[in-house]
């Protein structure tokens, strides 16, 4: 039987006094297209910030493609993995920021191929290679030269999303990555995710407030309320008939506000 790809078991996060995972389980099957939604501050972040190994926790166990993440003391306290084992860990997992970080002095090309060429010593060639069809899948082939300043805010954007596959990770985050973005390009970004989901095998988790766009990329939307699941099942269900009376609340602002859903 094929087993999950991420295991959260009583996941514990706090930061000082303030607990804001609190016991959280959850597993995610190989090529599962996850939306996390939720109000602000219930965690969502968080989530993906330890996964990525950006955050260590306070209790529980993460295990990503069947290893721990993160190596309690005896006593329970916190221990940060060490180095070596970070790198190793990360390998797996890539991530894609609100803010997408690109190298300002950089052209697009070297952006998508540093890290390769870096990190995993490709050929330039190879990584220059992948870099153009990954450009070509982003719809931003005639840009491989462009400075990112000479690009708007969702072709930057589609540029970060290009650099993140071309690690090729098994696992790839997205944090909210079209809020810092004006109206009119977020389109742009949420069409070449719906064609990555479509088109690829990888294991996607998606933390968004667009719930048009979660309804349609997920396969499995997972409500989050205060660093716990309140409920979870496939867009359709928990879209147009969410049983829990916190997740028709948080619904209710989102139609009220004028989104959809
Ligand atoms: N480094 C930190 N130090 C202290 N508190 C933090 C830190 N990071 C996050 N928090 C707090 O943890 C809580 C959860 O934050 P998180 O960003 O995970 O929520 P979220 O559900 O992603 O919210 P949003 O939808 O607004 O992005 C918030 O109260 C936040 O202020």
Redesign the pocket.
Known sequence: MTQPIIRIDRLEKS??S?K?LDGLSFDVMPGEKLALI??????????LRILMTL?TITGGHVEVCGEQLFHMRRNGAERPADEAHLHHMRRHIGMVFQHFNLFPHKCVLDNITLAPILTKGEPRAAAERRAMDLLEMVGLADKARAMPSQLSGGQKQRVAIARALALQPRIMLFD?ITSALDPELVEEVLLVMKRLAAETDMTMLL?T?EMGFAHEFADRVLF?DRGRIVEQGPPDQIFTRPTHERTQSFLRKIIAAGHRV
Do not use: A, N, Q, R
Not at 38 to 47: A, F, L, N, Q, R
């Open positions: 930061f000082g303030l804001v939720g109000p602000s501050g219930s965690g969502k972040t968080t989530i955050e909210e933390v407030h989050f």
